[in-house]
């Protein structure tokens, strides 16, 4: 595992470009549930209730009761040392690296504010990451398309009082990925770019089975890169990886990318 470590710290020394993918697993140390696993959320809630496009045009407040919990949840959790050092990683040596996440939480901003203003430059956005599958912080008209701020303290009481659009007044809903729906094509196709460019791939905290996000190091991998995998545990990549790192996304990355 030393071995390793240093290994994977040279070669994104090394690197020329870097993408990252992250997943829940950077989040879990922030106090943000992961979906797998045996505290997952997949555990206790049916993602056919909650999560798709006919839950919503069936009960609508049950899906927003949800979101509006999770979006109360994440709202008190802050960014871990993970996402510290990702957000260094980005910010010190700007276009190098591109992070692609998988989470909706936002956490990935906030280490980019914190980490912007400790630097003195205070332009964060070379370390916002392409949000695959959306952000909870954020609405989007389920009829127009239109995005807007998140509306906090949804009343979910009745389908009368949810939050509705003030273009269309067609219901708002989170603006996230649910099963069965496309990923904007402009955010997947930057991902898959900046994977094509990058020498090396890092994954941190993710299943990897998610598609299609998870051909994001196989990419890299096409192209002549390397791919470093930090888990807990190992995922359907590791075997792919040409270094799998077992441990604390919290602990590895600051030591990846001091
Ligand atoms: P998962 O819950 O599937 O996987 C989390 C991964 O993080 C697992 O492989 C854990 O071993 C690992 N992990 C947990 N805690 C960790 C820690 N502290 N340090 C390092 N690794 C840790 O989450 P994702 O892979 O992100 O999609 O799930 C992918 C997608 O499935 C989500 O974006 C979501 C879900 O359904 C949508 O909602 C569209």
């Given amino acids: ?28 140390e922030s106090g943000v549930p992961t979906f797998r696993g045996p ?15 006919e839950a919503f045009r069936r009960d609508p407040c049950l899906v927003w009761g949800w979101y509006a919990w999770r979006r109360s949840l994440v709202e008190k959790c802050v960014p871990n040392t993970g996402h510290l050092a990702l957000a260094r990683l980005a910010l010190v040596e700007r276009g190098r690296t ?3 996440t998988q989470n909706v ?7 980019a504010r914190a980490i912007a203003a400790e630097l003195g430059d205070g332009d964060p956005t070379p370390a916002f990451p392409l949000e695959v599958h959306g952000a909870i912080d954020r609405d989007r008209c389920s009829g127009c ?45 930057a991902s898959f770019e900046a994977a094509r ?24 991998l096409q192209s002549g890169g390397v ?8 995922t359907p990549l590791s075997s792919r990886a ?10 590895l990355l600051p030591d990846l990318v001091p």
């Fill in 98 to 100: 591109t992070i692609v």
């Fill in 105 to 111: 939480d936002a956490l990935h901003h906030r280490a």
């Fill in 197 to 220: 460019e990058a020498d090396v791939c890092l994954v941190a905290g993710t299943s990897a089975v998610v598609y299609p996000v998870a051909s994001v190091p196989d990419m890299t």
């Fill in 39 to 53: 505290k997952g959320l997949w555990k206790s809630f049916r993602p056919e209730e909650l999560a798709t496009p």
């Fill in 145 to 189: 398309g239109q995005r807007s701020d998140g509306v906090i303290d949804v009343d979910v009481t009745s389908v009368d009082k949810l939050p509705r659009c003030g273009e269309c007044d067609s219901l708002l809903r989170p603006d996230v990925v649910w099963f069965g729906e496309a990923l904007d094509p402009a955010v997947i196709g």
């Fill in 227 to 234: 791919v470093i995998e930090a888990n807990l545990e190992p």
């Fill in 242 to 251: 040409t270094i799998s790192l077992m441990g604390l996304a919290g602990e």
């Fill in 1 to 28: 595992m030393k071995a390793d470590l240093a290994r994977a710290r040279e070669l994104l020394a090394d690197a020329r470009r870097i993408v990252v993918l992250t997943g829940a697993g950077i989040s879990a």
